[in-house]
Nanobody, 115 residues
């Protein structure tokens, strides 16, 4: 069972940037798919982005062109660079791991976009 710990959340003004990190342990080497979901109050949980071990990437339309997911297999870490942040990006962001679907989750990190 992969153990995931997210970091990097916080408060940022609209138009600003944040970088989330997800450190994995306990079987990361066998994990093919990693990614991010988010959950905003009053809304359904939303898929944000995924990346495979080989570097195949997918993004939700709502973040395409603004967010960048990357993966450092040597450091067992996945990142989410978030630029041009909007108030509607406010949510708890969860890191996931698995394959072919995300099945293990971290505890989440809060991202708040507000002036």
């Amino acid at each position: 069972q992969v153990h995931l710990v997210e970091s990097g959340g916080g408060l940022v003004q609209p138009g600003g940037s944040l970088r989330l990190a997800c450190a994995a342990s306990g079987g990361f080497e066998s994990v093919n798919l990693m990614g991010w979901h988010r959950h905003a109050p009053g809304k359904l949980r939303e898929w944000v982005a995924t990346i495979t071990r080989d570097g195949n990437i997918d993004y939700a339309d709502s973040v395409k062109g603004r967010f960048t997911i990357s993966r450092d297999n040597a450091k067992n870490t996945v990142y989410l660079q978030m630029n041009s942040l909007k108030p509607e990006d406010t949510a708890v962001y969860y890191c996931g791991a698995g394959g072919p679907v995300l099945t293990s989750w971290g505890q989440g990190t809060q991202v708040t976009v507000s002036s």
